[in-house]
Structure formats: structure tokens, C-alpha cells
């Protein structure tokens, strides 16, 4: 084996496929980055903005909770007017600016190649803070995710970059603006793993992490420091007990998740059924809105400051029951009316009042504790990323000694939805859309086995310099086993190249002179036997050759076998064995000591 041969070996062989064009991509998503930090800063100060033109009617963009307004009984208009103004926008700017910024990121990613419309990057953001501003419940999250998406994306297309290039720094910018917004660069890298990569590679993962930091770093000179809902340390480790609490959790959030997807979506089937555009919906959904700000003026907004009161134990047991009902009735109808708003915030939000009112059953582990285990937990059973869920209440609490119960609950919540609801409430509007995705991730196991590991090496193979009347001759001693491809050899069996059956049987009929060598394709496709069989299926993709012969690496020249399309399908095969043939690896009285097995054969040995 030659030097160059070498080196393509250990190239094939290596951990990663990733190649230098991750640091250029890198340098794009920093900028990217820093844009998301800015972009997430002036949707804040937008949300500010319209809360105080909608309830305040003044100018400014200091922070104000829609709850003190004193508009009595014309609040339930507010909604219903910010509501009409995005029916407008969505109908007349662009219907990609309803929904809540996630699934409209997915389907940007899987269905159109990563490509975002530029007017998708303004629309997005206004139409979210007029949402918001006017008392959506919603997040500031899914819409700076969708905007900070479609930045990357713009940017992305003003290169010559592939779809995966581009879907890695629309990432980038999806996860900049979630990590300036709530102060979270490392749940933001996570979610953009579980959640919108579909992947986990260094040429994504790289650019997006570096693109979270910068935005990090933005939003500690705009918005300040995190963490956003400080919290008291809890304690590490609480016990049997207290873990068994976390299972409880767990399986009491995974059932809300469940109902929880199901009314968004059921409220969305209700708006279809109406006899109306649905530019009109959302007003209809805000009329909702409006009649529960009546009844608990808190479940209006972002709500920022419920999670913190709740966090901290300051609300009443009667009074977190109202708020979590109500938080959830608008936002279901709301957002199943198709208006512009985000899940992460209520979600959040409906997960500590499950922990607040679930606390006095619970050992006692602190002010908080429970609120903040089961806010993990919502977003591991609804989101179904569980990872995300533990990070993510990390970082927005600076709890970090938390991390093993908040595991627990958010797995056990996200098994018990995974096992109960076929979707997520994310990826249920693409399915709806006629679209279906998968979120299991494995190994491919066409790049665990090898081409020797399938292939053919029985082949016959016809010498390059033979006659026609000697191939002849050969095929019809061969007549049981006709190829549609013959590899040719020369006198030292080094391969030489390829002939069809088709070509050969002509050239036999016609008798023609010289050898058959002359048939030969000048450069066929081919593999080696040491080649993984992901390399080589993309080789055949690209070629459009579905038999290859194999050569093999140690001997220059010499040919190993043929691999056809057929013969990948056992790695497939044998993929499916290991998943669902189940056997005793190892008898039972193995695990007994060797003593007792001799006088368990020696008591059972005839006398």
C-alpha cells in the first residue's frame, strides 16, 4: 500500500468527517451571534414598547406587567386589537409569522432547504411584540428563535453554502437570540441539539456554540447578567425520598404534558371548523384572552414575574390553582387561533404552579424546590427534551446543585409522554402539515460495517486479453450464473476494468478481433474492502452505479469481490436482528459460584 493509499485510509477511518470549512462557517456564526443578541435586545424593548401603548397609553419602553392596568373592563378589547393587526400582517406580510416560532424553524429546516424570506426576519419579531404587548400569554423565546433563524438563514444565502451549511448557522442565530433572551448559552446549544440540528456533529455543533456565546456576551452589556429567576441553592442530594418525589413529578408533569398538547390542539381544530379566514381567528382566540385577563390579570404577558413569585413560594396555594388554570385556557385558544407567541415562557410557568400546588404533599426541600423540579419536568414531557429541561432551569435559577433530581423528573416526564403521545406539541403541526420527523438518533449502521463485511467474494471474473471465442466459451460454461457486470483481469489477476453483459454479448456475437480488453471502461467505479458502506452507498448515489467492484487495500490491483445494492441491505438486516431478536447472552447458573454448580452435577451424577 502506497503512501497516498494510507493516508485515504486513515481519512475514511476517522471519528469525524468534518473538514476546514467549519472554521469559516464559525467566524459567520459569531456574527451571526451578535446579531441575535441585538435582535433579542430590541424584541424585549418592542414587547416594552407595545405593553405600554396597549395598557398604558404612553410612549415608553420601560417594563410594565399588563396585570396594573386600569382599564377595567375595556382590557378585553386590548387583545382583541393586537389580535386584528396580526391577522393583517399574516395575511397580507406573510403567513410564516403565525404559530409559535419552533415548529415554523423545523419545517424552514427539513422541507425548504434552510431558506427564510427576509421579510419573515422583520414581520416575526413585531407581530410577536404586538401579540405580547397586547396580552398574548406567550414567550419572548419561539418568536427570537424563528427571527434569529431567519437572520442566519438571510445570511447564510448570501454565500454559496449547501442546505446543511445553511441550516447550521439558521441554528446559530435560532440559538443566539434564545441565549441573549433568557441568559441560557448552554441550554440554547442544547436545544438546537435535540430540538433543531438533527444532528450532533462539530461542523454544527462548533458554529452554533460559538454563536450562543457571542450572544451571551451581547446581552450581558444590554440586558445585564443572569440568572433570570435567582433562587436560593438547594441541596444536592435529597434523598430516597425526595427522589422518589421527583419520580411523582415526573409522571404528574408527563400527564399534563399530554393534556396540554392535546387542548393546543384541539383548539386548533375548533378554529378550522369556523366558517371564517382565518385571518379572523386569532381575534376570536384574543376574546378569550381578554375575558381571562378579567379573571386573573396575571395570566396576561410574558409573565416573567409570576415564574419568579413562584419560584420564591410567594403565591398562595388558591391563588397559583386560578393562575395556572387561567395561563393555560388563553394560551391553548390563543395560540391554537394561529397568532404569533412562544411555548417556553408558559410552559414554565404552568410547570411551577404544578410544583407549587404539588409542594405540601412532598417532603419539605426547601422554599422552591418543587416549582423548580417540575418546571424541568414540563419541558421534558411537553418539548420532549429532557436535557434541555435540566440545563435550561439551571441556568435561568443559578441552582446548579439541583441537576440529579431535575434528571430524574425530567426523564421520567419525558418517558411517560413518549410512551403516551405520538408527537411533541413541536412537531405535531408539521405532521399535520403532511410531514413526519423523526427525533431518535442512533449510529448509522452502514457506517459500522465495511464492504468485506457484505460483499460477494465468489466472482467470476474473464481475462482482459482474452478472444471473443474464448469468452465464449467462458460464458457458456457459466450459463447457470450470468452477471449484468464482469470484471476483467489481467495475466497477474491485478483488476483491469469492467464490461457489461450486454456490450460483451454483442461484441461475442460479432466475432470481433482483439482482445477483450478493448471493452474495458477506461475508469469504472469501485471500492475498497476496507471502505465503511456509508462512504460507498454515497459513491453509488452519485454515480448511479449499483455494483462496484472491490479491490483490496493491501494488494494494489487485486480484486476482492463485487458489492451490489442488494448486498448492503444484510447490514440493514443485521441492524434490525440486534434491535429485535432477544436471547439469553449468558445461562443463569453461570452467575451461581463454580462450587455449588459442581455439587448441583455431582448430586445429580447416577450413583
Same mark, same amino acid.
Given at each position: ?24 462557517? /464559525?467566524?459567520?456564526?459569531?456574527v451571526i451571534g451578535g446579531i441575535g443578541g441585538l435582535l433579542a435586545s430590541a424584541l424585549l424593548t418592542l414587547i416594552n414598547l407595545f405593553t405600554q401603548l396597549f395598557f398604558f397609553q404612553r410612549l415608553s419602553i420601560e417594563p410594565g406587567s399588563p396585570a396594573n392596568n386600569t382599564l377595567g373592563g375595556w382590557a378585553v378589547i386590548v387583545p382583541v386589537i393586537g389580535a386584528l393587526i396580526i391577522g393583517v400582517m399574516a395575511r397580507y406580510g406573510s403567513e410564516r409569522i403565525r404559530g409559535h416560532g419552533i415548529p415554523e424553524a423545523l419545517e424552514s429546516i427539513l422541507m425548504r432547504g ?9 414581520? *416575526? ?9 397586547? +396580552? ?16 442566519? #438563514? ?15 448557522? @439558521? ?13 441560557? $448559552?448552554?441550554? #440554547?446549544?442544547?436545544?438546537?441539539? &435535540? ?11 462548533? $458554529? ?27 441541596? #444536592?442530594?435529597?434523598?430516597?425520598? +425526595?427522589? !422518589? +418525589?421527583?419520580?411523582? %413529578? ?60 413562584? @419560584? ?10 386560578? !393562575? ?5 385556557? %388563553? ?5 391554537? /387561533? ?8 408558559? !410552559? ?7 410544583? =407549587? ?15 423548580? %423540579? ?14 434541555? =429541561? ?5 441556568? @435561568? ?7 440529579? $433530581? ?33 427525533? &431518535? ?58 464490461? *457489461? ?21 477506461? /475508469? ?10 456509508? %462512504? ?17 487495500? &493491501?494488494? $494494489? ?21 440486534? &434491535? ?28
Amino acid at each position: 500500500m502506497n503512501p497516498s493509499e494510507l493516508a485515504n485510509a486513515d481519512a475514511q477511518l476517522g471519528d469525524f468527517t468534518t473538514t476546514a470549512r467549519v472554521v469559516p462557517i /464559525s467566524l459567520l456564526a459569531i456574527v451571526i451571534g451578535g446579531i441575535g443578541g441585538l435582535l433579542a435586545s430590541a424584541l424585549l424593548t418592542l414587547i416594552n414598547l407595545f405593553t405600554q401603548l396597549f395598557f398604558f397609553q404612553r410612549l415608553s419602553i420601560e417594563p410594565g406587567s399588563p396585570a396594573n392596568n386600569t382599564l377595567g373592563g375595556w382590557a378585553v378589547i386590548v387583545p382583541v386589537i393586537g389580535a386584528l393587526i396580526i391577522g393583517v400582517m399574516a395575511r397580507y406580510g406573510s403567513e410564516r409569522i403565525r404559530g409559535h416560532g419552533i415548529p415554523e424553524a423545523l419545517e424552514s429546516i427539513l422541507m425548504r432547504g434552510s431558506r427564510v424570506e427576509p421579510r419573515v426576519a422583520l414581520l *416575526k419579531p413585531v407581530s410577536s411584540a404586538i401579540s405580547i404587548g397586547s +396580552g398574548g400569554p406567550f414567550g419572548a423565546e419561539g418568536p427570537i428563535i424563528m427571527t434569529g433563524g431567519a437572520v442566519g #438563514s438571510i445570511v447564510a444565502q448570501l454565500f454559496h453554502f449547501s442546505s446543511a451549511e445553511r441550516k447550521t448557522l @439558521l441554528v446559530a442565530g435560532a440559538a443566539a437570540g434564545m441565549s441573549a433572551t433568557f441568559c441560557a $448559552p448552554m441550554a #440554547s446549544v442544547v436545544l438546537a441539539v &435535540e430540538l433543531l440540528l438533527f444532528e450532533l456533529k462539530p461542523r454544527s455543533l462548533v $458554529p452554533v456554540a460559538l454563536a450562543s456565546a457571542a450572544a451571551a456576551l451581547v446581552r450581558h452589556y444590554l440586558l445585564g447578567p443572569g440568572p433570570l429567576f435567582p433562587v436560593p441553592v438547594h441541596s #444536592s442530594f435529597p434523598g430516597p425520598s +425526595g427522589l !422518589l +418525589g421527583c419520580v411523582l %413529578i415526573g409522571v404528574l408533569a408527563g400527564a399534563l404534558s399530554l393534556l396540554i398538547t392535546r387542548s393546543v390542539y384541539a383548539a386548533e381544530d375548533a378554529f378550522k371548523k369556523l366558517p371564517l379566514h382565518w385571518m379572523w381567528w386569532p381575534a376570536i382566540g384574543a376574546i378569550v384572552v381578554g375575558l381571562g385577563g378579567l379573571v386573573e390579570p396575571r395570566a396576561l404577558g410574558v409573565g416573567y414575574e409570576n415564574i419568579a413569585a413562584l @419560584l420564591r413560594d410567594a403565591i398562595p396555594m388558591r391563588e397559583i390553582v386560578l !393562575l395556572a388554570v387561567v395561563k393555560w385556557v %388563553i394560551w391553548a385558544v390563543y395560540l391554537g /387561533s394561529g397568532t404569533s407567541g412562544g411555548v417556553l415562557a408558559p !410552559l414554565l410557568m404552568i410547570g411551577c404552579a404544578l410544583g =407549587g400546588i404539588a409542594a405540601p404533599f412532598l417532603p419539605n426541600e426547601g422554599a422552591g424546590f418543587w416549582p423548580l %423540579i417540575a418546571m424541568a419536568a414540563i419541558l421534558g414531557g411537553t418539548m420532549r427534551a429532557p436535557l434541555t =429541561g435540566v440545563v435550561f432551569a439551571t441556568e @435561568l435559577t443559578g441552582d446548579h446543585g439541583s441537576v440529579l $433530581p431535575l434528571l430524574v423528573a425530567a426523564v421520567v416526564a419525558h418517558g411517560f409522554t413518549v410512551l403516551t403521545v405520538r408527537r411533541s406539541i413541536l412537531t405535531e403541526k408539521i405532521a399535520r402539515r403532511g410531514f413526519h420527523v423523526t427525533r &431518535e438518533y442512533a449510529i448509522d449502521p452502514f457506517e459500522v460495517l465495511f464492504v468485506r463485511d457484505v460483499m460477494h467474494s465468489s466472482v467470476v471474473v474473464l481475462p482482459a486479453s482474452a478472444g471473443a471465442g474464448v469468452v465464449a466459451a467462458l460464458l457458456a460454461s457459466h450459463a447457470g450464473r450470468l452477471e449484468p457486470l464482469y470484471p476483467l483481469v489481467d495475466a497477474d489477476q491485478k483488476f483491469v476494468g469492467i464490461v *457489461k453483459r450486454s456490450e460483451l454479448e454483442g461484441w461475442v456475437q460479432r466475432k470481433a478481433a482483439g482482445p477483450l480488453s478493448d471493452l474495458a471502461s477506461e /475508469s469504472p467505479t469501485t471500492a475498497y474492502d476496507d471502505e465503511p458502506l456509508g %462512504i460507498v452507498l454515497n459513491r453509488m448515489a452519485n454515480t448511479g452505479e449499483t455494483r462496484l467492484p472491490v479491490l483490496a487495500r &493491501e494488494s $494494489p490491483g487485486r480484486l476482492a469481490g463485487m458489492l451490489t445494492l442488494a448486498h448492503t441491505l444484510k447490514a440493514k438486516r443485521r441492524h434490525l436482528e440486534d &434491535e429485535t431478536r432477544r436471547e439469553r447472552a449468558r445461562a443463569v447458573d453461570l452467575l451461581v459460584p463454580a462450587a455449588f454448580r459442581r455439587n448441583k452435577r455431582r448430586a445429580a451424577a447416577p450413583s
